[in-house]
Nanobody
C-alpha cells in the first residue's frame, strides 16, 4: 500500500505562483509513475502532469510552459511548481502514484488551489 500526503495549496492572485508537494510512504519502491491531477467545480478530473521513475514528464496543454513537475526520489516526494497561475487553474489538486504491481493507482486527499482574478 502507498500513502500520499499533499501540501502547498492555497489562495493566490492571478499571475502568482504556488508549489505543491506530495510525500509518498509505504511501498514506494514499487511506484513507477507519479502525477498531479485536478478537479475544478463542475468538471471532471483531468491530468495535469506526470513523471516516471526515469524522469520522463508529460503535461496537459493548458499548463505547458507554466507548470513544472519534479521528483526527488531520495525524499520520496513529487513537486508541482505552478507559475503564472490563472483563475481557470482553480481546482482541487490530487497526487497520484501508479506501478505495474499495483492493482490500482493510489490517490492523496487533495489540496485546494484557488486563483483570484
Amino acid at each position: 500500500q502507498v500513502r500520499l500526503v499533499e501540501s502547498g495549496g492555497g489562495l493566490v492572485q492571478a499571475g502568482g505562483s504556488l508549489r505543491l508537494s506530495c510525500a509518498a510512504s509505504g511501498r514506494i519502491s514499487s511506484i513507477s509513475t507519479m502525477g498531479w491531477y485536478r478537479r475544478a467545480p463542475g468538471k471532471q478530473r483531468e491530468s495535469v502532469a506526470t513523471i516516471t521513475s526515469g524522469g520522463y514528464t508529460n503535461y496537459a496543454d493548458s499548463v505547458k510552459g507554466r507548470f513544472t513537475i519534479s521528483r526527488d526520489n531520495a525524499k520520496n516526494t513529487v513537486y508541482l511548481q505552478m507559475n503564472s497561475l490563472k483563475p481557470e487553474d482553480t481546482a482541487v489538486y490530487y497526487c497520484n502514484a501508479a506501478g505495474p504491481s499495483f492493482p490500482y493507482a493510489y490517490w492523496g486527499q487533495g489540496t485546494q488551489v484557488t486563483v483570484s482574478s
